[in-house]
């Protein structure tokens, strides 16, 4: 067990006494690119971060659940009981739908969590919470989910999140924290979830920057997005009048035959999703033959269509990604995650790595008042099980 998963041990036994049952941890996640594809069938480009969520768990004979985080304080309820708005709901909604499939029993149990991801910034803080809880429930008792396990953990998750917390995710978020590979970003085609590890090379660095924009995806805008692709997606199956599983299906020289069939906003929102899958394709395969320049190009086009067609960037995100495109080795930068807000990834030459984050920050600073937070990242290990 490494240090913090040992203090998040201590932390649970001085919270409820007494030693946990099972100890786990899982990583937050960037997204490279492919932005609001995976609802849409399409293909995503992310990477797990290195910060991370570690829980401690340890099953009750009854069915309390009592939680105690060192970022959020203490929270109680029933197994059974309807979601509360709170954060224990993603433990419970893992717990209920484990013990749904017979996989755990249907039991309370106590909870230590902490984490060093930033909340709410749109690194996927709610995945790895649901992931970690995952992997200690399945410990406790007496399960370590194989790796072939693990992409229908991140169904599960997914569907916890949406059935029982009531946010419509996508499958992006929890199959990157459980499924990716150390030191590699992840490729998945979210229709088919057919996945592959694409290494990234030394000379990139990646910086994080956050807008400090909070957003919530309760706040509705995601799920009007969803709402707005299903609608350009109706309008397309009807104006060429084939089976169009999902806006991923239509061909980039479809898009001019629907101009008529689709209304503006419908037509944006698909627009993005066609050029975002191309893009994706663009980006790894200038990454594999070391065409920096084209992959760091691929990341501005991507915040480019997110903030003009799927309009879900904000003057705060569009700041960072703007300035720094005028700053010695930046090779690309895009809003990551949902939008809204939250968080921009820049990648830089490495030879630049340093001076990059001290000038953009400035920058930022010159414009908004405030020093946004900012860190370095290297793609990080998986989910896992440390004790037992
Ligand atoms: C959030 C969702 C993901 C995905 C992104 C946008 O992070 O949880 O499923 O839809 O937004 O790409």
């Given at each position: 067990m490494d240090g913090r998963a040992a203090e998040v041990s201590r932390r649970f036994e001085g919270a409820f006494g007494g030693e946990p049952a099972a100890v786990a941890r899982a990583p937050g996640r960037v997204n490279l690119i492919g932005e609001h594809t995976d609802y849409n069938g399409g293909l995503v480009l992310p990477l797990a971060v290195d910060r991370d969520t570690r829980v401690a768990l340890r099953p009750r004979a009854d069915t309390r659940v009592l939680g105690f985080s060192r970022e959020r304080g203490a929270s109680e309820s029933e197994l059974a009981a309807p979601p509360a708005s709170d954060w224990l709901d993603y433990a419970r909604g893992v717990a209920r739908l484990l013990a749904d499939a017979g996989r755990i029993p249907a039991r309370g149990?106590?909870?230590?969590?902490?984490?060093?991801?930033?909340?709410?910034?749109?690194?996927?803080?709610?995945?790895?919470?649901?992931?970690?809880?995952?992997?200690?429930?399945?410990?406790a008792a007496g399960v370590t989910a194989q790796r072939a396990d693990r992409p229908e953990l991140a169904r599960l998750c997914q569907r916890a999140e949406a059935e029982f917390v009531g946010v419509p995710c996508g499958i992006m978020d929890p199959f990157t924290v459980l499924c990716s590979d150390a030191g590699a970003a992840l490729w998945l085609d979210c229709a088919s979830l057919e996945s592959r590890p694409v290494a990234l090379p030394d000379s990139l660095a990646?910086?994080?920057?956050?807008?400090?924009?909070?957003?919530?995806?309760?706040?509705?805008?995601?799920?009007?997005?969803?709402?707005?692709?299903?609608?350009?997606?109706?309008?397309?199956?009807?104006?060429?009048?084939?089976?169009?599983?999902?806006?991923?299906?239509?061909?980039?020289?479809?898009?001019?035959?629907l101009e008529r069939a689709l209304d503006p906003v419908a037509l944006r929102r698909a627009r993005h999703v066609v050029t975002e899958n191309r893009r994706v394709r663009a980006f790894?395969?200038?990454?594999?033959?070391?065409?920096?320049?084209?992959?760091?190009?691929?990341?501005?086009?991507?915040?480019?269509?997110?903030?003009?067609?799927?309009?879900?960037?904000?003057?705060e995100s569009d700041a960072l990604v703007s300035e720094s495109r005028a700053l010695a080795g930046c090779l690309g930068a895009r809003m990551t995650g949902a939008g809204f807000g939250g968080c921009t990834v820049h990648a830089v030459e490495a030879a630049h790595a340093t001076?990059?984050?001290?000038?953009?920050?400035?920058?930022?600073?010159?414009?908004f008042g405030r020093t946004p937070r900012h860190w370095r990242t290297a793609a990080a290990a998986p989910a896992e099980l440390l004790a037992p």
């Open positions: 149990f106590e909870l230590c969590v902490e984490t060093d991801l930033p909340q709410g910034a749109g690194l996927s803080s709610s995945a790895a919470f649901e992931a970690a809880v995952a992997l200690a429930l399945l410990g990646l910086w994080i920057f956050d807008s400090g924009v909070e957003r919530s995806l309760r706040s509705g805008a995601y799920a009007e997005r969803r709402a707005e692709c299903e609608r350009a997606l109706g309008g397309a199956r009807a104006a060429l009048a084939r089976p169009l599983a999902s806006l991923s299906e239509l061909a980039p020289e479809e898009l001019a035959g790894a395969a200038a990454l594999t033959r070391g065409d920096l320049a084209a992959a760091g190009a691929a990341l501005f086009a991507s915040h480019a269509s997110l903030r003009d067609d799927y309009a879900v960037s904000c003057a001076g990059f984050a001290p000038a953009l920050a400035e920058r930022f600073r010159a414009r």
